[in-house]
């Protein structure tokens, strides 16, 4: 495999998934704080009308702590130097900055700490890529304001940025606005910060919403490039091909309509500047009205992003009539069970061949750089007696990836770079689980709270090790 000099080799992570110390240093609640652990945290994120409110008494609240990079991070970081990471995805805190969120000060111990997290990542010669919104609105925005459903969010986002873009205009050059925005539609209270008032609104608020992010995003990439000369400012979307489940041109053009709808509409908007005219249609059918200011448009057009980031997990396959029986347990974006595929422990279907189609697809559309910032397996791991982690089916996991991504490079795709999702073992983002581990780095905490948080290397480390000094080739 041949990968491009100066390939971004690294592992990502996100803010709540990873730091604790929920609320030290001033940070104030956010979303993640409020969603319990378990597989009861999927039905809040899909149904409506989620609360917000804890019930220790029933649940337990596994981000509160998370692994505690919080006080950890020096640690944590010296192992990813180890590895040879170029570079380290994470987000920031929106509560840390900004505790309730609308204040027109910042809170100086959170800025404090993400400087001491960066300036711990250079003295490694690690480059830190920072997600700003990563499915942790501030509480108090979702609240008062209802999420990104109210338009008042994009000026509590603006100011955010600002101050983000300021403060650390000499350590972070690469920035990803909003997490697998594209994700909305299906989980709003992840991304939008909001449970849909009804099944029935969940469509119109979501794409309101959406809509407000886009704009938002735009005026971030604006901001960005005035305020750091240089900056690489790049969206982030969930991709998963959606394949026709058969030759039926039916489900071919059911897939079609799925699809671009699901993988391609943001990507419209945030690349090329413009609503894409398919989603006209869409809108006209489902009753869907957004409210426009006068000149978001133009802020969309002139806020376009630098390079596109997405997440790849697995791919979907579209019938127009399906059964349930015919709907994966893990297909949680769509999509009916493929026959070719085998899946995970928690049923996401594992395709690599669906990255490269991805990676095509993307950069046929775009022709602009691209880089995947979340690919990894989900998986139980053992801890044998004498310490080690044989985590062979995460390294064929990955290698398997990696070669499909070098294929996509040999086709021509302009790809910079690859963070494996939770490059050491988090919190899981949709159920909350420790023992869904991702990590060349064990943690041991596990799904009851217990377990010390002592960190290990497990197989992979050195596996991930060897791939990044080889550059890919060594697989
Ligand atoms: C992505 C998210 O959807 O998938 C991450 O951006 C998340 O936050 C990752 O952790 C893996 O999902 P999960 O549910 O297995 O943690």
Redesign the pocket.
């Known amino acids: 495999m041949k990968f491009p000099e100066n390939f971004l080799w690294g592992g990502a992570t ?1 803010a709540n ?1 990873l730091e604790g110390g929920y609320h030290e240093g001033g940070k104030g609640p956010n979303l993640a704080d409020v969603l319990p652990g378990g597989k009861v945290r999927m039905k809040l994120l899909s149904q409506s009308g989620f609360d917000y409110e804890m019930d220790t008494e029933k649940y337990t609240y596994p981000n509160h702590e998370a692994i505690d990079f919080y006080h950890r991070y020096k640690e944590d970081i010296a192992l990813f130097a180890e590895m040879g990471f170029k570079v380290f995805r994470m987000s920031i805190a929106w509560s840390r900055i900004f505790p309730k969120g609308d204040e027109l000060e910042p809170n100086e111990e959170g800025l404090a700490f993400y400087d001491r997290v960066f300036d711990e990542l250079h003295k490694h010669g690690i480059e830190p890529l920072v997600t700003i919104a ?2 942790e609105t501030p509480l108090h925005l979702i609240k008062e304001y209802g999420g990104w459903k109210n338009r008042k969010l994009v000026e509590f986002f603006e100011r955010y940025v600002t101050v983000l873009f300021n403060r650390y205009k000499d350590k972070v050059k690469y920035w990803l606005t909003f ?2 925005i594209n ?1 909305a539609t299906h989980f709003p209270l992840f991304g939008l910060g909001f449970s849909a008032t009804s099944d029935e609104t969940r469509l119109q608020e979501s794409f309101q919403g959406l809509h407000h992010q886009f704009v938002a995003s735009a005026i971030a990439v604006k901001l960005g490039h005035q305020i750091i000369p240089g900056s690489q400012i790049g969206n982030m979307l ?1 991709y998963a091909p959606t394949y026709s489940y058969d030759s039926n041109p039916e489900n071919v053009m059911h897939a079609l309509e799925d699809g671009r709808i699901f993988n391609f509409f943001c990507g419209d908007v945030q690349v090329r500047g413009e609503y894409p005219t398919f989603i006209n249609r869409y809108f006209k059918e489902n009753d869907i009205q957004i409210e426009m200011e006068e000149g978001d448009l133009d802020t969309i057009k002139e806020g376009t992003v630098d390079f596109i980031s997405f ?1 790849y ?1 697995m791919s979907r396959t579209e019938k127009k009539e399906k059964t349930p029986e015919e709907v994966g347990e893990g297909n949680l974006i769509g999509g009916v069970k493929n026959p070719f595929l085998k899946a995970s422990d ?1 049923g996401w279907e594992i395709d690599p061949t669906g990255l490269r189609i991805a990676l095509n697809e993307l950069y046929d559309r775009y022709q602009k750089p691209l880089m995947v910032v ?1 690919n ?1 397996l ?1 998986a139980y791991d053992k801890v044998e007696e004498d310490g080690t982690i044989n985590d062979d089916y995460r390294i064929d996991y990955l290698r398997d990836h990696i070669k499909a991504m070098g294929e996509a490079v040999e086709d021509g795709v302009d790809l910079i770079g690859y963070t494996s ?2 490059c050491i073992d ?1 919190v ?4 909350g689980e420790y023992s ?1 581990r ?1 990590g060349f780095i064990y943690v041991d905490k596990h799904d009851d709270g217990s377990g010390t948080l002592e960190r290990s290397r497990k197989k992979s480390f050195f596996w991930y090790k060897d791939v990044i000094s080889s550059n890919g080739e060594k697989l």
Do not use: T
């Open positions: 996100a998934q990563h499915y997490n697998e994700g969930i997440s997990y928690w979340e990894g989900g999702w939770g988090l899981s983002a949709s159920s869904k991702y």
